[in-house]
């Protein structure tokens, strides 16, 4: 099958997925073209969460990270985001890439990287498949660095694991009323107005090491009516600040739960519990 085709195939399934919207450029980057572009810039820090180990010599894997803040290269950063063995296997390192992604995408913003764009170019140029011009490449990267970072959303459609009895292999299966909203929002995709949920039965999830912390927020979220509060066993974020993540694209839940605890940072991603609504990572500023 040509590259062409495959090509066509993507855009037409995920344009059917996303209610029809046109898919107007594409980007395909394999891990072997990040090790390229990962040391063009030097590598790159990641906070890593817990220790991984993992072999397979079929696939040529050697994965050995212990926790902590690590600059990794090109190489270790591909390990890291591949590496798929734990509780949630493949959603995992969906949650590992929009990590590594947006780090990457805040070291390329950073105005020390403008010496080295030329050199980020090329290597993008000459490793990745993609349809955007040069002059393309470049207006977006100007864009980009008007644009807050506080502005600069990952969203992973909602959803739920694939059960045993329905595939013989694991896929998300996404949940179809919940695209919408994020169609409307993120793609001005207009849509049927909904009826707003009941925020106090938002489910959210927190995360953190300290039983006291973890304890004390979610009896505070709960004194100020939320009622679908719990304690999740998830990896840390390792972040200084507490960090209040809108797991299905919406920042206006976020902000509710960053408001009742008085506390914490914003972000639009799905690094938490993908089945909550909001995961709140407690950082050091709760203990």
């Given at each position: 099958?040509?590259?062409?085709?495959?090509?066509?195939?993507?855009?037409?399934?995920?344009?059917?997925?996303?209610?029809?919207?046109?898919?107007?450029?594409?980007?395909?980057?394999?891990?072997?073209?990040?090790?390229?572009?990962?040391?063009?810039?030097?590598?790159?820090?990641?906070?890593?969460?817990?220790?991984?180990?993992?072999?397979?010599?079929?696939?040529?894997?050697?994965?050995?990270?212990?926790?902590?803040?690590?600059?990794?290269?090109?190489?270790?950063?591909?390990?890291?985001?591949?590496?798929?063995?734990?509780?949630?296997?493949?959603?995992?390192?969906?949650?590992?890439?929009?990590?590594?992604?947006?780090?990457?995408?805040?070291?390329?913003?950073?105005?020390?990287?403008?010496?080295?764009?030329?050199?980020?170019?090329?290597?993008?140029?000459?490793?990745?498949?993609?349809?955007?011009?040069?002059?393309?490449?470049?207006?977006?990267?100007?864009?980009?660095?008007?644009?807050?970072?506080?502005?600069?959303?990952?969203?992973?459609?909602?959803?739920?694991?694939?059960?045993?009895?329905?595939?013989?292999?694991?896929?998300w299966i996404a949940d179809s009323d919940a695209i919408p909203p994020i169609l409307s929002r993120y793609f001005n995709v207009p849509t049927v107005a909904q009826t707003q949920?009941?925020?106090?039965?938002?489910?959210?999830?927190?995360?953190?090491?300290?039983?006291?912390?973890?304890?004390?927020?979610?009896?505070?979220?709960?004194?100020?009516?939320?009622?679908?509060?719990?304690?999740?066993?998830?990896?840390?974020?390792?972040?200084?600040?507490?960090?209040?993540?809108?797991?299905?694209?919406?920042?206006?839940?976020?902000?509710?739960?960053?408001?009742?605890?008085?506390?914490?940072?914003?972000?639009?991603?799905?690094?938490?519990?993908?089945?909550?609504?909001?995961?709140?990572?407690?950082?050091?500023?709760?203990?």
């Amino acid at each position: 099958m040509s590259l062409d085709l495959r090509v066509s195939i993507a855009e037409s399934t995920v344009s059917k997925l996303l209610s029809g919207i046109a898919i107007d450029r594409y980007v395909r980057v394999d891990t072997e073209e990040l090790v390229h572009l990962v040391n063009a810039i030097g590598g790159l820090e990641v906070n890593i969460p817990k220790a991984m180990n993992y072999v397979d010599h079929t696939q040529n894997l050697n994965i050995h990270f212990e926790p902590g803040l690590q600059k990794l290269s090109g190489q270790h950063l591909e390990e890291y985001v591949r590496f798929r063995h734990d509780e949630l296997g493949d959603i995992g390192r969906v949650q590992r890439q929009q990590e590594v992604i947006k780090a990457l995408m805040q070291k390329l913003l950073q105005p020390q990287m403008i010496t080295l764009l030329p050199k980020v170019l090329q290597v993008v140029q000459q490793n990745t498949d993609t349809d955007f011009s040069l002059e393309e490449m470049l207006a977006t990267y100007r864009t980009m660095t008007t644009i807050p970072r506080s502005s600069m959303n990952l969203v992973m459609l909602p959803g739920r694991f694939s059960r045993p009895s329905e595939f013989s292999a694991s896929y998300w299966i996404a949940d179809s009323d919940a695209i919408p909203p994020i169609l409307s929002r993120y793609f001005n995709v207009p849509t049927v107005a909904q009826t707003q949920d009941d925020s106090t039965q938002m489910k959210i999830a927190i995360v953190s090491p300290s039983d006291e912390a973890a304890n004390s927020a979610i009896q505070r979220l709960k004194q100020q009516g939320f009622n679908n509060v719990y304690r999740c066993d998830h990896d840390p974020l390792l972040e200084p600040k507490t960090q209040v993540i809108a797991e299905h694209g919406n920042p206006e839940a976020a902000e509710l739960v960053s408001k009742a605890l008085n506390k914490g940072q914003i972000q639009v991603a799905s690094v938490g519990d993908v089945t909550s609504d909001v995961t709140v990572f407690l950082g050091s500023d709760s203990f």
